[in-house]
Nanobody
Framework: QVQLVESGGGLVQAGDSLRLSCAAS????????MGWFRQAPGKEREFVAVFTWSWTGVNTFYADSVKGRFTISRDNAKNTVYLQMNSLRPEDTAVYYCAAKSYTNSYAVQDAYDTWGQGTQVTVSS
């Protein structure tokens, strides 16, 4: 069974950058998706970005709110997915969760994911 360990959160100022890491233990093969969700205080958890791979290739998808600022990538050798966050804003403040699922459909739907990390706090001050 896959387990996820996140790291990289912290307190930064608006305009700064952070990189989150999500290391997966256990084998991930075939069609798979690893993504990031976030939950701000008093709000529902929302989709941020996802990296998908299958026999046909790889893809990345982003929420509109982070397009052009966040980049998701994967290191195959380390079985790790990264979320590079640039030009951070106070509204990016949230607990960020890494999630993984088999197959690449419904990648923006949190209920479709069966494996979650513990979450890492990102706080952006103005």
């Amino acid at each position: 069974q896959v387990q996820l360990v996140e790291s990289g959160g912290g307190l930064v100022q608006a305009g700064d950058s952070l990189r989150l890491s999500c290391a997966a233990s256990g084998r991930t093969f075939g069609s798979y998706a690893m993504g990031w969700f976030r939950q701000a205080p008093g709000k529902e958890r929302e989709f941020v970005a996802v990296f998908t791979w299958s026999w046909t290739g790889v893809n990345t998808f982003y929420a509109d709110s982070v397009k052009g600022r966040f980049t998701i990538s994967r290191d195959n050798a380390k079985n790790t997915v990264y979320l590079q966050m640039n030009s951070l804003r106070p509204e990016d403040t949230a607990v960020y969760y890494c999630a993984a699922k088999s197959y690449t459909n419904s990648y923006a739907v949190q209920d479709a994911y069966d494996t979650w990390g513990q979450g890492t706090q990102v706080t952006v001050s103005s």
